[in-house]
């Protein structure tokens, strides 16, 4: 087989060099057999044997012209008869030394005269209609002498406020009311509304000393605006100090930094300042005194039919300029979009727009078309969201009866940015990436959806929530196979229904998946018989027969015979999806600090169907008492006389289980240390109420969690992490479910990845023991579930789905997250000894700004810690101030603790001496537990009164 291997990368094409499921194919072996003997004989993958040969012909083609885009440059190499996509090309050209080119360098050319100031404002569409009172009042507002006027623009969001002022500022360059260099400074005041103090600062400035932190002296956006226009957005949530502030400016134009005593700083700024709220309920009277000129924004409802329809033709002409292909937007399509409820304006028109025309350009690849058409299938969802579809078609209103056809020429080049990196070029990348790793065209395809879905909101993040209708499952499903196959199984899976009532809503999507890996692999002439198949046709007589059944009926329809035996296969499946009647459960309730527990809740709900598990999240300072009396109730309403399951994060929370159980008469187990796989488990066996009692159910977790099989990390067996991929055969759906995951989740990458086959259970049983020995097999995923002891299930029809997608995402981060101990997340340079606080905020800021040096945090957790304290105090009774930030900003768990030379006051009627930050995430559960068994021991308390230095600090809280 080795000597077969190599004769047949001889003959490849250096250009073209055989991927491994290429040679798979030519050799007739499975593709993990070829990564073997490859890496027994020493020769890289494609990817890499293509590289050296590549390399060169870069280094040629950009001799000759080295300014030559990337894009270009990948045309050329294809030319030559490669097939790269640009993302290949991009990393191949990082590499090389910089080109010399052997052509004479050209002179430049002259600048190019700026625009016709007459058509100032002329890139706002309804300059002379709609909007023409607006746009005067902007042009008086500029123009009015000596230094034109302040101005307020008001609005709903997405009206168009920000590119108004925009504007202004060019029309002022243009007449030259303004300098050409003036600058034009934009400011969000609600990226710092919850906190006044560096809101002002961002604003104003600060001189060195001013607070805790302040190191320089700093100039603020005021004197970066200096000569020009401030723009400020949002300026409603601008807290009454700072309108004082930009009223004296406004008035004297004059202003102080920020803890400066000196004389007032001088500067010339015109304000534009916007808001989506009244400016009488919002706004000092002082302030709008100052601001002579409003000017009202309309709602895109408001505007004409004409002005609607020229301000969606101006977004399609963008979209084909950025895609520089022909778009074709059909009638009907137009009609929708001009008549859809648009909450958010014209921003949420434009991103409509854009997701609709990153579907059509992925549908046109698929198709092979030159033409990107968008058809009324791509923008319907935007009248289902807000219930108009059916009055729509029934009321047949119509304004458009002709195709839109646009090149992107009808703009000018400098009407449109064109963003380095479109949602377009991530798409075409992407599948070409794909596509080079071997994947067919369906599957490369089915990837690139997914990841699409995901990354729609981060090209686009004015999208409302609402905006985008996601598939459900069965449409998802659906796409995975040929439109007539599905249709077969649908009709031949329907007359079954009345002989098995307990049928899951989820076998025909799994036969159809399996039916089409069968047609696929007879197309391709690689299918293989099943063997030993009478032994199961007696196991499952009723469902072999009805499988029978379904089989001629699929043939019939789809006119092609399948192979009988398949039936065995299907009446597996059948027989597998054949629901057991409803019983009552085993209650299962998850109890945490933090909102923790009602996320690993909502996992397993999701990851199972189910809806068993109840997430209860207690604040980090709540008393058990309360926590007492939330489980007390919560375990009335859900009992369903099978007792109820507590499991929680913490040990102390265990010992409420008794007196829950003397409270409610009802009976309670609890399990400490949990996490989502625990949660998953218990689900998983809750639902087994004929095979699992309370207790037993209790005893088995307890029994997993010691066993080193999956529920902790710091328990597991050090081995690397491994995926179990099952269908019946261990080939079709369990080779597609790989090759989606390794397409989709960038979590399996490095992580091994086993198909098995579920026919021959013992022979199952005997390989999962085998991979066990070098793997610690973390989730199977798959048709059916082969119940392995300790291994959590997640069906495929789930994975396929965008939560599904989710959850195994989150599933596989925290199998290989650690757990970490206080040890780990105290260091020395985080603890400040006898430190002077002028107040809270100075506190935190500080504080903050050492955990940011250490890395340990992004500049967006201070923020996300002043909401915190907005939401309301975070003391303890033992005098302690444990401020806390949101998780998503923690790059790395950490705890900054500040011990104060004199009582600090946190909130009204509370002081302390001891601030603990917290910068944690979920695998700090246990920490947290031995930092409250600390604090409650008032011997170590008072040691650490005593400390005197951070060392000393650090070895009592470690101890």
Known sequence: MQNGLTEWLQKENPRLPYTDDQLAALLGIRRERVIELRRQAGVPDSRERLKPVLRQDCIAILRENPVLSDRALTIRLNELGYSVSRYLVGIIRQELPPPVSTKKEEKPTAPQSQPDVEEDFSGIIGWDGGLKTQINQAKAAVAYPPNGLHTLITGPSGTGKTYLAENMYQYAVHHSYLPPNAPFVIFNCADYADNPQLLISQLFGYVKGAFSGANETRDGLVEKADGGILFLD?????????????????????????????????????????????????????????????????????????????????????????????????????????????????????????????????????????????????????????????????????????????????????????????????????????????????????????????????????????????????????????????????????????????????????????????????????????????????????????????????????????????????????????????????????????????????????????????????????????????????????????????????????????????????????????????????????????????????????????????????????????????????????????????ATIPECNGIHIVELGLLNRDVMLERVDQIKKEYDVVVVVGTMNPELPGVPFLSMNYVFSSHGTMALTNLLTDCCQSRLDLATLLQPELILCDVEFGDKNEAIDQMTELLLQAGCVTPEFQLSVYKRENMGA????????????????VTKPAICVAKTRHPLEWVEDFVTNWVFLFALNESCAESVQIFFQIIKDEKRLYILENATTPEEILKILTQ
């Open 234 to 742: 949002e300026v409603h949530r601008l807290p009454s100090e700072g309108q004082e502030q930009l009223f004296f400016l406004l008035d004297k134009g004059s202003y102080r930094r920020l803890g400066d005593s000196g004389l007032p700083r001088q500067v010339g700024v015109r304000l534009i300042a916007a808001t989506t709220s009244t400016p009488e309920s919002s706004l000092l009277l002082t302030f709008r005194r100052r601001i002579p000129m409003v000017i009202s924004m309309p709602s895109l409802e408001s505007r004409s039919i004409q002005e609607r329809y020229a301000i969606l033709r101006s977004f399609f002409s963008q979209e084909a300029a950025k895609l520089k292909r022909t778009l074709i937007v059909d009638p009907q399509a137009i009609n929708i979009l001009l008549q859809y409820s648009c909450p958010g304006n014209v921003g949420q028109m434009h991103s409509d727009i854009q997701v609709c025309c990153a579907n059509a350009f992925l549908e046109s690849i698929s198709a092979n078309q030159e033409e990107i058409r968008i058809g009324p299938e791509l923008v319907e969802y935007l009248l289902c969201t807000d219930s108009q579809l059916r009055s729509y078609y029934k009321s047949g209103r119509t304004q458009f009866w002709q195709d839109l056809i646009l090149s992107g020429d009808e703009l000018g080049k400098e009407c449109i940015q064109m963003p380095e990196e479109s949602i377009y070029q991530i798409i075409q990348d992407t599948l070409s990436e794909l596509q080079e790793s071997g994947m067919n065209d369906a599957e490369s395809f089915r990837a690139v959806r997914v990841k699409l879905d995901q990354q729609i909101r981060h090209f686009y993040p004015n999208q409302p929530d609402d905006g985008i209708q996601p598939p459900d499952d069965e449409s998802r499903l659906n796409s995975l196979v040929e439109p007539l196959l599905w249709e077969a199984v649908q009709q031949a899976v329907e007359p079954l229904k009345a002989e098995f009532p307990q049928m899951d809503e989820n076998l025909q999507s799994v036969l159809a998946i399996h039916l089409d890996s069968v047609v696929r692999s007879l197309a391709a002439g690689t299918y293989s018989r099943r063997a030993d198949t009478a032994n199961l046709q007696q196991s499952y007589p009723r469902e072999y027969a009805a499988a029978c059944s379904l089989l001629t009926s699929v043939s019939e329809h789809i006119g092609l015979k399948l192979p009988t035996e398949e039936a065995v296969v299907l009446a597996m499946y059948l027989h597998a999806f054949s629901s057991r009647p409803l019983a009552n459960r085993i209650r299962v309730i998850v109890l945490t600090h933090g909102e923790v527990g009602p996320a690993m809740a909502n996992v397993a709900n999701k990851m199972l169907r189910d809806d068993n598990a109840i997430g209860i999240a207690m604040a980090l300072d709540e008393s058990s008492d309360r926590a007492l009396e939330c489980a007390v109730r919560m375990v009335r309403e859900i009992d369903e006389e099978k007792g109820c399951l507590l499991l929680v994060d913490m040990g102390s929370l265990a010992s409420l289980a008794p007196e829950i159980e003397f409270r409610t008469g009802i009976q309670v187990r609890c399990v400490a240390r949990v996490d989502t796989l625990m949660v998953l488990d218990a689900v998983r066996r809750a639902g087994l109420s004929e095979e699992y009692s309370l207790d037993e159910l209790a005893d088995a977790l307890e029994a997993g969690r010691l066993n080193a099989g999956f529920s902790r990390n710091d328990r597991r067996t050090g081995k690397p992490p491994a995926i179990l991929t099952v269908c019946a055969t261990g080939e079709g759906n369990a080779r597609r479910v790989r090759s989606f995951m390794e």
């Open 874 to 889: 975070t003391c303890l009774p033992e005098g302690i101030a444990i401020p806390h930030g949101d998780t998503a900003f």
